[in-house]
């Protein structure tokens, strides 16, 4: 188990109610596969997500990487050292190149990667399907889809095991959100990497190893 | 890609911005850097021409403060002399470098005849019975030609023996040696006449006189009031006359002044009953010291250290009290500078302190994703740290020069509004501290430069504005919270 929720509670108060987006939510990923939570606008799998990926704090419960409280770990340290997280708008720097962009989480970890971080950088971009040419052009000068590539490389790029991603296809069209699907399953499946993917695609859930359902706080398989 | 490297890429990948934040340092920067200038030559200034006026410093009655009291006060007031073991003591302070103290007494001669010089034309003298000063002194190498106020050409100074037992020995003016064919060796002989001025006559009448003889030991020549008779034209015949009466003057030891001063009392107490009874016991020896401190910086301490030694309504004059009278236009100035310093700093911190708080909220999306990469808040807070200073460097280094040129400007222009004002002095005139400094040399004297002190200064104040202001807004980024931004 590389990752696990446990009694996750998490809700906003509203004068004396609270109104729970998260209640006594479990659940737990292994390595190697390929996850999906499939949810409606507003049933909360962002939430879920933002605590999976330390952004965001439950009010109470814990969630445990490797069977260690993130709390322990620290929640900044968690996020520099043990994930990658790729964002539904790619959240890309938009004065930076591409290469660069993968090269930001690479200065920030404590992780050990190989010295020559720049070829590095452009292995990982080409794996993902970035040439050389547009690796070194501003992220801003990229498509959607390409931008995408880079988000994913730069959630690759500090070698985690673990990449969470926020509605990655949601901007995308069909074409290119099928490929990005296809990476995903790569990286679980040949890399040995735990995906866990938000979305509100059946189409997306229907290809991963595993998917949940959130509905009113509660999680629960999606069959 | 480390924080620093991302640093040096938001600056030259943003130029526009970054253009914008040079340009709002520049502008203020001149402001700060133009105020510093003005206060560094306003400053020099002080320096320079109190270094000029001198070190020395006296011990007097304060007129200021005398004039102010009131009849009743100045019924029962019975003002205290200096005494010789007070002015001793105050000479033994740490701040002085040597003193001396002084009686002088006019005489007259039979055989010698006063220097003139041509340019007053002749008979400056005719009628003055006592053209001759006796200079009394207790230093014998002589303060005046330490000072380099005179220089002694031939012979020499006095030995301690001659000055304790008052020897009748004299150091005079070369000019008046060869107006007279005297030379070291010589002796010669005045004449201590003493003079009444009855009510009902317009004629003096001599009650009395004595010879003084004295043997010229040396011969020494003017110096300070011959330099400054050959630069100051427009005031050239007070400087003449200054120098003639120079001339004229013959150091001798105190003894000599003080038997002089006591033959003439007992003439006058002889003549006048009266005049007996009320100087009877009264002591005829008015000493005036005169201290050369170490620096000019000291004189505040000596001052701090002198004033409870002295007896009542007895104050410290110091030859640097000229400058606060000849300083008007340079004050002026330098208030003028303090308070636009003040200024422009309040506006650098604000305006520089909204500038980079908007350009952080332009970039709250990037430093999100910094910090939702795990990057630490304080490497955030330092790439934007360095952006700014960086820029602000660059700014500052420009205002450098162009505020320097901006302060030698404006600070002419000002100079010159004031220039016509002119200062009368009123007020008790001390030789040994008076000098021909004017306001016009106080101006003369200014100048904007650029030396290291106002370099250090303009980045050390510019940048710990810059720093301050740049601080403040960076308290947004220890709020921000990277989930709220991106997802």
């Not at chain 1, 988000?151 to 926020?166: G, K, S, Y």
């Not at chain 2, 009877?280 to 250290?305: G, Q």
Request: hydrophobic share 40%; with cysteine; charged share 25%.
């Amino acid at each position: 188990m590389i990752l696990e929720a446990k009694d996750l509670n998490y809700y906003y108060q509203d004068g004396e109610q609270r109104r729970y987006i998260l209640k006594d939510t479990s659940v737990s990923f292994e390595k190697g596969k390929f996850y999906t939570i499939l949810g409606q606008s507003g049933s909360g799998k962002t939430t879920l997500l933002s605590l999976l990926s330390a952004l965001d704090s439950p009010h109470s419960g814990e969630v445990l990487f490797n069977e260690e409280d993130i709390k322990k770990i620290g929640y900044e340290k968690y996020r520099r050292n043990n994930i990658g997280i790729i964002f539904q708008s790619y959240n890309l720097i938009p004065t930076l190149t591409a290469v660069e962009n993968v090269l930001v989480p690479m200065s920030i970890t404590e992780n050990d990667i190989p010295e020559d971080t720049k070829t590095v950088a452009y292995n990982l971009l080409d794996y993902i399907g970035i040439v050389r040419n547009k690796a070194d052009r501003l992220v801003n000068k990229l498509s959607g889809g390409e931008q995408q590539r880079v988000a994913i490389a730069r959630a690759l790029a500090t070698n985690v095991e673990l990449i969470l991603a926020d509605e990655p296809t949601g901007n995308l069209d069909e074409d290119m959100e099928q490929e990005i699907i296809d990476i995903f399953k790569k990286l679980a499946h040949e890399h040995g990497k735990c995906v866990i993917v938000v979305t509100h695609s059946n189409e997306i859930a229907l290809q991963s190893d595993q998917a949940f359902h959130l509905r009113k706080g509660v999680l629960s398989p999606y069959e | 890609m480390n924080f620093i490297k991302r640093a040096f890429l938001g600056i030259t990948r943003k130029k526009g911005k970054s253009l914008i934040l040079l340009a709002v340092i520049f502008i203020l920067g001149n402001l700060i850097s133009g105020a510093i200038s003005i206060q560094q030559a306003t400053g020099n200034v002080e320096s320079t021409i109190k270094e000029r006026l001198g070190t020395a410093a006296t011990v007097d009655m304060d007129y200021e403060a005398w004039d102010k009291m009131s009849e009743e006060e100045l019924e029962t007031f019975e003002p205290e002399m200096l005494d010789i073991d007070l002015i001793k003591q105050i000479g033994d302070l740490s701040y002085v470098k040597y003193y001396d103290y002084n009686m002088t007494t006019w005489v007259g001669s039979e055989s010698i005849e006063p220097y003139e010089d041509a340019d007053l034309g002749e008979g400056f003298f005719s009628g003055d019975n006592m053209p001759f000063r006796l200079k009394g002194i207790n230093y014998a190498p002589v303060i005046d030609f330490e000072e380099g106020k005179a220089k002694l050409v031939d012979g020499r100074v006095f030995t301690e023996e001659e000055i304790d037992n008052g020897a009748s020995v004299t150091v005079i003016s070369q000019k008046l040696a060869s107006e007279n064919n005297l030379e070291v060796g010589d002796t010669f002989t005045l004449l201590n006449a003493v003079y009444d001025y009855p009510e009902d006559s317009e004629e003096e009448e001599l009650i009395g006189s004595r010879d003084v003889v004295l043997e010229v030991i040396g011969l020494f020549d003017p110096q300070s009031a011959k330099e400054e008779s050959d630069d100051k034209n427009e005031d050239s015949d007070m400087f003449l006359m200054e120098d003639i009466e120079y001339q004229n003057a013959m150091y001798v030891p105190n003894a000599i002044v003080s038997a002089e001063d006591n033959f003439t009392m007992e003439v006058y107490a002889e003549n006048d009953p009266e005049f007996a009874e009320m100087m009877e016991d009264e002591s005829f020896e008015y000493y005036e010291p005169i201290y050369y401190l170490n620096k000019p910086e000291d004189i505040e301490a000596f001052r701090e250290e002198v004033l409870p030694l002295l007896p009542e309504l007895y104050t410290v004059i110091s030859a640097s009290d000229q400058y606060e009278r000849i300083s008007g236009p340079m004050e002026s100035m330098s208030k003028l500078a303090k308070y636009v310093l003040m200024v422009a700093v309040a506006a650098t911190i604000l305006i520089t302190g909204l500038v980079v708080l908007l350009f952080l909220r332009d970039r709250k999306r990037e430093l999100g994703i910094y910090l939702s990469l795990g990057e630490k808040r304080s490497k955030v807070i330092g790439q934007i740290l360095i952006e700014v200073m960086v820029v602000a460097i660059v700014g500052i280094t420009l205002s450098l020069f162009s505020g320097n040129l901006l302060a030698g400007q404006v600070s002419d222009t000002i100079m010159k509004s004031n220039d016509n004002e002119s200062e009368y002095f009123e007020g008790v005139y001390y030789e040994n501290l008076e000098s021909n400094l004017t306001t016009e040399d106080v101006l003369d004297s200014y100048e904007v430069e650029l030396n290291s002190s106002y370099v250090l200064g303009f980045y050390g104040i510019g940048l710990l504005t810059i720093l301050i202001s740049t601080i403040i807004p960076l308290i947004y980024i220890v709020r921000l919270n990277p989930k709220k931004i991106l997802m």
